[in-house]
């Protein structure tokens, strides 16, 4: 083949999947009218149904999940990722117990967000909406597609789900299983696609797809989610990327301390919760440094430490660069260094942290007010762990991402963040007092 002939074969091919997620968009559109009128009854049978197929579908699942496991290890990818990418029978149940939570959650479609009645008798609501269709970008995390299918579906959405190719079996068997029973009950068969995932391109098309796709969420590593909010022309919400914290004040509990230092990193180090940097107050640095870095070492955890945590020693522990400190590690390691007072502690957040999940182990009330009125992340805790930052912890059911940014949604996103809201106004005959335009006339309204 030619030079010419194979840069043709290649652009035909492109164009080729430009038109198969647009297409997919097409029929999600198409597809959105229908589930924005179901009734809440509808919705949560649907994801009663899911539930109980996905546990009684789990060995096709799990052995399709056990060939991307399969590919990923011979392709030597990280074990952090593998822990991301298994699924187990456990898993599964956790899934399908997710989509009854959510089942059991409020509808937010319909809600009124607030209302008035105006001195002219004008009755106005603003009431939730669904947002149409919602583009999911995601990698090797086959819970996100009935994460993101179950909340979708609830709130009224079609949903496109463009998982990782390191997860295609996986997701391609959670999705004939999802398809299968919104086809069951009489619901639109597009409602939940699964689209292309060995083209990069495909990610593309979906984040370009305006007017057909009304806002797209991506989840993932700072380079997957930094390519979508920046090439995208479909409205995107920011989520996820966590280098999170653990602050350790002077006045902190040890024991409590070591506790919610070792289930923020230890817990499940391949999550955005999971704490990346330890902080420590200098006045107790002496006293909870050698047993943190000893517990962490039985956790398997290399702490990457500046010069006073290196000098305090251990097996674990080798220098920091500055790299660490901007590092979300997503594996057994984390950045630790000592500060001479809690602003400093605060001046390091704001310098290196992400805006996800903050936290400060001390008993001091104040130093606990200064902490959360001075860091500025979607989640701040007091003596509790940086892995509650979670949708299922906080009673949301699933999530479908944990936002960073600060408009439309921050922090966990459940039901609520994925509907609009529309004006409605209900009057008797009411017009507007004034006269005719002379001519023509553009917003702003007047």
């Given at each position: ?36 009128q179901a009734t809440r009854s509808t919705k949560d049978a649907l ?400």
């Open positions: 083949m030619t030079t010419t002939e194979s840069t043709t074969t290649e652009k035909a091919s492109g164009e080729q999947l430009r038109e198969q997620v647009r297409d997919a968009a097409r029929r999600a559109k198409r597809a959105s009218a229908g589930l924005a994801l009663h149904a899911m539930a109980d197929a996905l546990v009684k579908r789990a060995p096709e699942i799990l052995a399709a999940n056990e060939r991307d496991v399969a590919r990923g290890r011979e392709s030597g990818m990280a074990e952090g990722l593998i822990d991301r990418l298994s699924l187990s029978t456990e898993r599964i149940e956790a899934m399908a117990d997710g989509l009854r939570t959510v089942a059991g959650l409020p509808d937010p479609v319909g809600e009124v967000v607030r209302g008035n009645v105006l001195p002219n008798g004008l009755q106005l609501q603003q009431v939730r909406v669904p947002l149409g269709v919602v583009g999911i970008v995601y990698e090797g995390r086959p819970n996100v597609t009935v994460d993101a299918a179950g909340l979708a579906l609830k709130a009224g959405n079609a949903v496109l789900l463009r998982g990782s190719s390191s997860a295609e079996s996986s997701n391609t068997a959670l999705v004939e299983v999802l398809a299968d029973v919104v086809a069951e009950h009489g619901l639109p068969a597009d409602s939940v696609q699964l689209l292309p995932c060995h083209d990069r391109a495909s990610v593309q098309h979906l984040i370009t797809a305006r007017g057909l796709v009304d806002v797209v969420i991506p989840r993932g590593g700072a380079g997957l989610i930094s390519a979508v909010v920046e090439n995208a022309t479909v409205p995107a919400i920011e989520t996820g990327v966590g280098n999170c914290h653990v602050y350790v004040d002077a006045s902190a509990d040890v024991d409590t301390a070591l506790r919610i230092l070792l289930n923020s990193k230890a817990r499940r180090t391949s999550v955005c919760n999971a704490a990346e940097t330890v902080l420590v107050h200098e006045a107790i640095a002496e006293e909870f440094l050698p047993r943190a870095i000893a517990e962490l070492a039985g956790a398997g955890v290399t702490v990457h430490g500046d010069e006073r945590v290196v000098a305090v020693g251990g097996s674990n522990v080798v220098p920091a660069t500055d790299e660490d400190w901007d590092t979300e590690y997503l594996s057994a390691d984390i950045a630790a260094a000592v500060v001479d007072s809690l602003p400093a502690a605060v001046e390091h957040i704001r310098e290196h942290g992400s805006g996800h999940t903050e936290a400060i182990v001390t008993t001091d009330v104040r130093a606990a007010r200064q902490f959360t009125a001075q860091v500025d992340a979607a989640a701040v805790m007091v003596n509790a762990s940086t892995a509650f930052t979670d949708g299922g912890e906080f009673g949301m059911g699933a999530e479908i991402g944990i936002s960073t940014q600060k408009l439309h949604a921050r922090g966990p996103m459940g039901l609520p963040e994925l509907t609009s809201t529309k004006w409605l106004a209900f009057g008797d005959g009411h017009v507007r007092p004034g006269s005719a335009p002379a001519g023509p006339t553009s917003c702003p309204a007047s």
